[in-house]
């Protein structure tokens, strides 16, 4: 149903959202024509006005005041810093590790609006529902927070419920966001250089599938299957039948989260075990599977007690990778444990797109630094984190731009083998991932997965053949009648004729107007004939206005260079 307050809301949200850039000192985000338009028509209509001053926080550094300014504007722009946290192909390194601070902790709503969304969702009261349903939450984020609760029957579960009106919270965000992202990528280098608009879109699609605990469900449901072979590893089960999209109900299992050394030691547990099963799982979910958990932090990891098995908690944040994909990512960690940089650098610029000249040598040799001096510690020292963190900031530094799907996966690595060597400081990785890529090697050697390339391969040739002959006819036909034609594709090629022919407008009026001075001087200094007075005038009107119009050409000029001069220092800096 259309909401006729959602516009005004969006409008109010934007005004505090433009407040807080100001403050920050990122108000040159707002500063394009339209925006500058709706700000004068919400201090005219409205009388907001806008008394802060841009330089409140000039002493500190552009990445901490970014922080800063995400953690003031709220949830949806915390996890897009999370997101950009995450992209060391897209950021510097300072950049990074300040955005990586951000957490997403907000406070929970009162127990009458949860037992409202649940009483609307189900059409009956809450005691018809759960037999005992805990008022206070034990963890709270920003889409939803989660109560303890037992069915009818006595079964313990967890019920997580969605925060009241949080999608139209990130809605508003969304389009704010949006048109802020579109500035920056068309005033900024770097933004136009990782296409930020297209990174925005695949954040805002995720974040939009979060809002539906009906998706977390379905994800929970896939990796559950995923897993079964693995009696070490547990996914909790879902109940549907009290899962809706504002409503998730799931299995409760107690357990001790997987960075608490003091109590995991307590309670028994064999923390090398859990390290090995725990990186093992997360390297067969993306090496092997492709469809993987892609944000194993601490709070989504615990080990249950009794059984002593890894529960995977919180399906929200799921990533998927392709066949080839997965065929790529394959060979990338085995030309890395072959030391073949030639291998990797290949397999990085297929995979990559670049947005500059790639001076592949120099890229080689970097690539071959790092995996050398990473391989070359002992076993127990390799840090498959710290190398991938290297080599992201090799490939941004040489200009290739990583898909999305791939630069998640990396991170989730990155995140895994942290928590593995927290719980067990002396484990090999190495010989995890070994193991792992053996299991790869036997799939492809298996029968049913050559049986299903060569079946592919044979449908491939099918089609071919039937559309192969039309198409070199066709072309055969065009060539014997001279209507070949080729398209040629230059990349920005209308802009650079928008930019020749503002040239050739400026050259143009730049003889026009010249001529009109050359003129009007002749016509200021003629012999008055009678009754041809008026000529002079007319001659220093002329003059007048040729040289009105060439200072607003050389103004125009001007501008244009303090622009480009503005956006080669960057605004950032």
Not at 487 to 505: D, G, K, Y
Request: aromatic share 8%; glycine share 6%; with cysteine.
């Amino acid at each position: 149903m259309f909401d006729i307050l959602s516009p005004l809301r969006s409008i109010r949200r934007f005004r505090d959202v433009q407040l807080v850039l100001l403050r920050y000192g990122f108000g040159f985000l707002l500063s394009n024509q339209e925006i500058r338009a709706l700000r004068r028509t919400l201090r005219r209509t409205l009388g907001w006005g806008y008394s802060i001053e841009e330089t409140e926080y000039e002493e500190r550094a552009a990445p901490a005041r970014m922080r800063m300014m995400l953690q003031e504007l709220g949830p949806t722009y915390i996890k897009i810093g999370q997101l950009l946290a995450s992209r060391g192909d897209m950021l510097p390194e300072e950049w990074i590790a300040e955005l990586a601070k951000l957490q997403d902790d907000v406070p929970p709503f009162g127990y009458e609006q949860a037992r409202e969304v649940i009483e609307g969702e189900f059409g009956k009261p809450i005691g018809d529902i759960f037999w005992e349903f805990e008022q206070q939450p034990f963890a709270a984020a920003s889409i939803g927070q989660v109560h303890r609760a037992r069915l009818l029957d006595m079964t313990p579960v967890v019920v997580k419920v969605r925060r009241p009106n949080v999608v139209e919270q990130v809605r508003s965000d969304i389009e704010i966001i949006r048109e802020i992202v579109k500035l920056v990528e068309g005033r900024i280098a770097w933004g136009k250089r990782y296409g930020l608009v297209a990174v925005f879109e695949e954040f805002a699609r995720a974040l939009t599938l979060e809002l539906d605990y009906r998706i977390e469900a379905s994800n929970a449901d896939r990796l559950r299957k995923q897993t079964m072979l693995e009696p070490k590893v547990h996914i909790p089960r879902i109940y549907w039948e009290l899962t809706t999209d504002k409503v998730l109900t799931m299995e409760a299992i107690e357990g001790i989260k997987i960075n608490d050394l003091e109590a995991l030691d307590a309670a028994g547990i064999d923390r090398a075990e859990m390290a090995r099963v725990f990186i093992q799982c997360l390297f067969k979910q993306i090496l092997i599977d492709g469809f993987f958990h892609s944000d194993p932090h601490p709070g989504n990891v615990i080990v249950e007690l009794g059984k002593q098995r890894l529960v995977i908690l919180d399906t929200g944040q799921m990533g998927r990778l392709m066949p080839e994909q997965l065929v790529q990512l394959g060979d990338l960690v085995q030309s890395v444990l072959r030391r073949d940089s030639r291998d990797v650098m290949r397999i990085f610029l297929e995979i990559g797109t670049p947005f500059k000249k790639v001076d592949e040598p120099a890229f080689r040799r970097s690539l071959d630094f790092i995996i050398n001096r990473y391989l070359d510690a002992s076993l127990d020292r390799i840090k498959f984190s710290n190398m991938f963190a290297e080599m992201l900031g090799s490939i941004y530094k040489h200009g290739v731009r990583l898909p999305s799907e791939l630069t998640l996966a990396i991170k989730a690595i990155i995140q895994a083998e942290e928590i593995a060597r927290t719980l067990d400081p002396s484990i090999q990785i190495v010989e995890v991932v070994e193991g792992i890529y053996r299991q790869i090697i036997q799939k492809m050697l298996d029968p049913r997965s050559m049986f299903d390339s060569v079946r592919d391969g044979v449908r491939e040739a099918r089609r071919l053949r039937g559309v192969l002959p039309r198409a070199l006819e066709s072309i055969l036909r065009q060539l014997e009648s001279g209507s070949l034609t080729v398209a040629i594709q230059i990349p920005e090629f209308i802009s650079i004729v928008a930019s020749l022919m503002i040239i050739a407008n400026r050259l143009v009026t730049g003889l026009i107007i010249v001529g009109m001075m050359i003129g009007s001087a002749l016509l200021m200094n003629i012999t008055v004939v009678k009754g041809w007075g008026f000529l002079k005038y007319i001659g220093m009107f002329a003059f007048i206005l040729a040289m009105l119009s060439g200072f607003i050409l050389i103004w125009d000029v001007l501008l244009d260079i303090w622009e480009n001069q503005r956006r080669k220092k960057g605004p950032f800096y």
